[in-house]
């Protein structure tokens, strides 16, 4: 609104971008606008808040697809056991094919030095008051790591089932680690990291006879906010299930390394 | 708490658009929250408020634009209102449903002051 005249009583006067000032003057007024007069204006933007991490999380996924390295955002809770089963993992895989993890804590080389003595190239993050790894982040540590082609990527997140939900860090997939300590209502509370995610690891099954824990609960609870996703139950301890889990990832390095792109050249093309 | 990084990230949206629209101050910005968005809004309030001084949004209004939840159901195909992620068909009382609004998180506008 015009401050000097009330001109423009609709509210917000809204100027195109050359900000042509039109006041459509009907009543003839004499009266003249103070020299210090300021103009306001609508910029209108409809913008996504995570539109800055979501470009960066596509450009990290197109760097990844490039060398065909297959890259898991593995989140959880603190405690339920994601270096445990990372470790695990690293020593099965390790002779097969080069291997990296990401590790994001608040504090500490803990988990990094956990991951180095597996023979993996690790990297600590640490976000300080940060709750979560965002996609800016994860770019900076790829220009570091230089990563190999045919290589398998995790990254370790932070343990907390609310932020990370939010951050596309440019994962091919993203994996849930719950362990049977937790409670089987997770989902229901955190809906949020299970809806994003693509495969859930129920961790520390050696412990089901002294919890109550029914792992058919805590899927069909997960379910409802993610109808399509996946349970591997396990133990990184006795090694139970951990089959499964290997199997599954090897089944993900050949679906994110064989992308057909001819389909979209061609549509490009015109052809 | 990853409100703090959402507000530092409306704060970087309002600094580039003033920029390269050369205004020297915001006075209002505005922003639609989705109420099944996952963004806790008296949080970014707080962290917005923090985060702004002696920024171009420090004398800012901030007009907060509520969305509401909406879901279809998968199985009954009955539209109905999302107060929770986790809310069920009020009819047949299955699961899922088609999100169909109330994941909104955007700058819609932001209101300048120039010379």
């Given at each position: 609104?015009?401050?000097?005249?009330g001109c423009d009583n609709d509210g917000f006067k809204i100027h195109d971008p050359q900000h042509i000032h039109d006041h459509n003057h009907s009543h003839g007024d004499e009266h003249h606008h103070p020299d210090?007069?300021?103009?306001?204006?609508?910029?209108?933007?409809?913008?996504?808040?995570?539109?800055?991490?979501?470009?960066?999380?596509?450009?990290?996924?197109?760097?990844?697809?490039?060398?065909?390295?297959?890259?898991?955002?593995?989140?959880?809770?603190?405690?339920?056991?994601?270096?445990?089963?990372?470790?695990?993992?690293?020593?099965?895989?390790?002779?097969?094919?080069?291997?990296?993890?990401?590790?994001?804590?608040?504090?500490?080389?803990?988990?990094?030095?956990?991951?180095?003595?597996?023979?993996?190239?690790?990297?600590?993050?640490?976000?300080?008051?940060?709750?979560?790894?965002?996609?800016?982040?994860?770019?900076?540590?790829?220009?570091?790591?230089?990563?190999?082609?045919?290589?398998?990527?995790?990254?370790?997140?932070?343990?907390?089932?609310?932020?990370?939900?939010?951050?596309?860090?440019?994962?091919?997939?993203?994996?849930?680690?719950?362990?049977?300590?937790?409670?089987?209502?997770?989902?229901?509370?955190?809906?949020?990291?299970?809806?994003?995610?693509?495969?859930?690891?129920?961790?520390?099954?050696?412990?089901?006879?002294?919890?109550?824990?029914?792992?058919?609960?805590?899927?069909?609870?997960?379910?409802?906010?993610?109808?399509?996703?996946?349970?591997?139950?396990?133990?990184?301890?006795?090694?139970?299930?951990?089959?499964?889990?290997?199997?599954?990832?090897?089944?993900?390095?050949?679906?994110?390394?064989?992308?057909?792109?001819?389909?979209?050249?061609?549509?490009?093309?015109?052809? | 708490?990853?409100?703090?990084?959402?507000?530092?990230?409306?704060?970087?949206?309002?600094?580039?658009?003033?920029?390269?629209?050369?205004?020297?101050?915001?006075?209002?910005?505005?922003?639609?929250?989705?109420?099944?968005?996952?963004?806790?809004?008296?949080?970014?309030?707080?962290?917005?408020?923090?985060?702004?001084?002696?920024?171009?949004?420090?004398?800012?209004?901030?007009?907060?634009?509520?969305?509401?939840?909406?879901?279809?159901?998968?199985?009954?195909?009955?539209?109905?209102?999302?107060?929770?992620?986790?809310?069920?068909?009020?009819?047949?009382?299955?699961?899922?449903?088609?999100?169909?609004?109330?994941?909104?998180?955007?700058?819609?506008?932001?209101?300048?002051?120039?010379?």
């Amino acid at each position: 609104m015009c401050e000097t005249c009330g001109c423009d009583n609709d509210g917000f006067k809204i100027h195109d971008p050359q900000h042509i000032h039109d006041h459509n003057h009907s009543h003839g007024d004499e009266h003249h606008h103070p020299d210090d007069h300021s103009h306001q204006r609508v910029i209108n933007l409809n913008l996504d808040i995570l539109s800055g991490n979501n470009l960066t999380a596509a450009m990290n996924r197109r760097f990844l697809e490039g060398r065909k390295a297959l890259c898991l955002n593995m989140v959880s809770s603190p405690g339920s056991g994601k270096t445990t089963i990372l470790e695990k993992t690293i020593n099965h895989l390790i002779a097969s094919r080069k291997l990296y993890v990401i590790e994001g804590d608040q504090q500490s080389l803990i988990d990094t030095d956990r991951i180095a003595n597996t023979g993996a190239t690790a990297l600590q993050i640490n976000t300080g008051s940060g709750c979560h790894l965002d996609a800016q982040m994860i770019e900076s540590a790829l220009n570091k790591l230089e990563i190999e082609s045919n290589s398998v990527l995790f990254i370790e997140n932070v343990g907390n089932l609310v932020c990370p939900a939010l951050f596309d860090l440019g994962e091919y997939k993203r994996v849930i680690v719950i362990s049977v300590t937790e409670g089987e209502d997770k989902p229901l509370k955190y809906p949020y990291i299970f809806e994003s995610s693509h495969l859930c690891l129920v961790n520390k099954s050696d412990l089901l006879p002294y919890v109550d824990f029914r792992t058919e609960q805590l899927i069909k609870n997960a379910r409802v906010v993610n109808p399509d996703l996946e349970f591997i139950s396990l133990s990184a301890k006795t090694g139970e299930g951990m089959q499964f889990w290997y199997e599954w990832i090897l089944r993900q390095v050949d679906l994110a390394t064989i992308t057909d792109r001819s389909f979209d050249k061609k549509k490009l093309s015109g052809i | 708490m990853h409100e703090f990084s959402l507000a530092s990230e409306v704060l970087k949206i309002a600094q580039r658009e003033a920029e390269k629209n050369m205004v020297r101050s915001v006075s209002e910005i505005t922003i639609e929250v989705g109420n099944i968005s996952g963004v806790e809004v008296e949080t970014l309030k707080s962290a917005l408020g923090l985060i702004s001084e002696g920024s171009i949004l420090e004398n800012a209004c901030l007009n907060i634009v509520s969305i509401k939840g909406r879901g279809i159901c998968l199985n009954c195909e009955l539209e109905f209102e999302m107060n929770q992620r986790i809310d069920t068909c009020p009819k047949c009382n299955s699961f899922p449903s088609e999100i169909r609004g109330g994941n909104e998180f955007r700058v819609v506008s932001l209101l300048t002051e120039e010379e």
